[in-house]
């Protein structure tokens, strides 16, 4: 494998099916249904998961941010990006797997509803229905979120991009129903970095960029943020480390040591590049490398 450069060769990446550029055109009509707007992120990538063209659609609504896969990520970074996006909306740390702070999403609704619900019921108008859309781009957790909140299994939920099939309402609290609509993504990535961050959280397909370049670039990231979890997962000493941070190489040379560790090896002392590869990515993608947060605020 050769020496890589610091960005993704070839001609920038751009991702836009079709259906997504008409799932846009209906959430801007779904929209003036609602009251309320549920934008769920995930933790580990707060930036890159962020669709650009939200706010825009958005506009005046009252918005909730959820940072979903919030057990997943780096739990002091967590806090830092709670603070961050508190400033623009009311910001909740969740986790669709195991439920954590599902119950709190109801109660933040009400809580930014209770003006317009007492105005509602001056006029004469009790036990107003507070209509809610929910937002996110593929893979950020909608449908595994939807499932929780409404306490049953309403939707279909799988491990590929984009499996939620059709809208639908959903009741999720006395007087709240929820909108679902499908993920959407941008007509073009903003940048390299964007790209890659959703391909090593699996929203990009691993055909779409290949898995050794995936776990190359994310293997650089952890070497400067995550160091120690590399030391640990792999079982590599602090000599052997400091050892391949000396040559030139250093990235390859740190996954053809895992690949070792590993057994990895096609013949003789080959590494098996795409063996070491996807070994990376399932550890980070599993959280057996731990707790990490790609993106700091």
Known sequence: MEDKKEKLPGTRIQWYPGH?????????????????????????????????????????KKKIILLNKADMADNETNKKWVEFFSKEAPTILTDSKTGRNIDKVSKKIEEIMADEISRQAARGRINKTIRVMIVGIPNVGKSSFINRIAKKNSLEVGNKPGVTKAKQWIRIGKNQELLDTPGVL????????????????????????????????????????????????????????????????????????????????????????????????????????????????
């Open 186 to 297: 941008w007509p073009k990535f903003e940048s390299n970095e964007v790209a890659l961050n959703l391909a090593f959280t699996g929203t990009i397909k691993d055909d779409i960029i290949e898995r050794v370049e995936i776990a190359y670039e994310l293997l650089k990231v952890l070497m400067r943020d995550y160091r120690k979890n590399i030391l640990e997962r792999y079982k590599i000493s602090e000599e052997e480390m400091l050892e391949v941070e000396n040559l030139s190489n250093s990235v390859y040379e740190l996954m053809k040591l895992i690949g070792q560790k590993r057994g990895a090896i096609v013949s003789g002392k080959i590494i098996d590049d795409e063996k070491v590869a996807r070994i990376i990515i399932e550890d980070f993608r599993s959280t057996k490398l731990g707790n990490i947060t790609l993106e700091k605020p």
């Open 20 to 60: 997504m550029a008409k799932t846009r055109k209906q959430i801007e009509q779904d929209l003036k249904l609602v009251d309320v707007v549920i934008e769920l992120l995930d933790a580990r990538i707060p930036k890159s998961s962020r669709n650009p063209e939200i706010n825009k659609l958005i506009n005046n």
